[in-house]
């Protein structure tokens, strides 16, 4: 049975030309999904089915379908698309530096797909948290021992809540990937995890319209 969502864009940005600024930009759209293959609307074309493998003429080539996602890769470079997420877009600097352009929901809140050590989660930018905060039940599915971290007490809307400091290995957003960032896991699971401080302090944050764009300092 094929699953409809609501469409998700996805700007695929590739580099082009030696040692060039420019680029080539394509907004794709997962439509669907059934078995292992995807629905794509690429630049408000007619969709395109794909079974992992195949490409498009333009280059891009369904790597892989698994539940209601689908990961794509232009030119080398590759971006999960989750039906019904925000839209991210990812694109070079011409400094080198590697930047993503979060785009807000209707309520201007920033979310993104991205991962903590290898395992997807689903960030809500918070610059009002000191540290990236997750649930208990996120954690785990990092491989984060975090009994075994510095134990603590939060104040949360709730009331006070348990929490362990811990340090993340691996942070990645879009093309962004930091390494070795303090994070705190709450005792109870979080609805999404929140993106703070311990990672949004290494970026460079610039309000571009209605849109969010982090760059990697260091």
Same mark, same amino acid.
């Given at each position: 049975m094929v699953r409809v969502h609501r469409l998700v864009r996805w700007w695929l940005i590739a580099l082009c030309g030696s040692g060039a600024a420019a680029s080539i930009a394509a907004e794709v759209e997962l439509a669907g999904v059934f078995g292992n293959k995807a629905v794509l609307v690429i630049d408000g074309g007619a969709p395109k089915t794909l079974a992992v493998g195949e490409q498009t003429r333009d280059g891009l080539r369904l790597l892989e379908v698994s539940g209601a996602a =689908? !990961? !794509?890769? /232009? $030119? +080398?470079?590759r971006q999960r698309l989750a039906l019904g997420a925000a839209p991210v877009r990812t694109d070079q600097a011409t400094s080198g530096a590697s930047g993503v352009s979060l785009f807000p929901d209707s309520r201007g809140h920033h979310f993104s797909n991205g991962s903590i050590n290898g395992a997807s989660v689903r960030? /809500?930018? $918070?610059? +009002? =948290?000191s540290m990236i905060s997750m649930g208990a039940a996120d954690a785990r599915r990092a491989g984060i021992n975090y009994r075994g971290g510095i134990a603590g007490v939060s104040e949360t809307a709730s009331g006070p809540a348990r929490v362990w400091r811990v340090r993340l290995d691996t942070v990645r957003l879009g093309d962004i990937t930091l390494h070795g960032v303090d994070g705190l896991v709450h005792e109870n699971d979080l609805p999404f995890v929140l993106l703070g401080m311990s990672f949004l302090s290494r970026m460079d944050m610039q309000h571009e319209g209605s849109r969010l764009v982090l760059r990697k300092r260091y």
């Open positions: =689908a !990961v !794509v890769e /232009l $030119d +080398g470079r960030f /809500l930018v $918070d610059t +009002g =948290a």
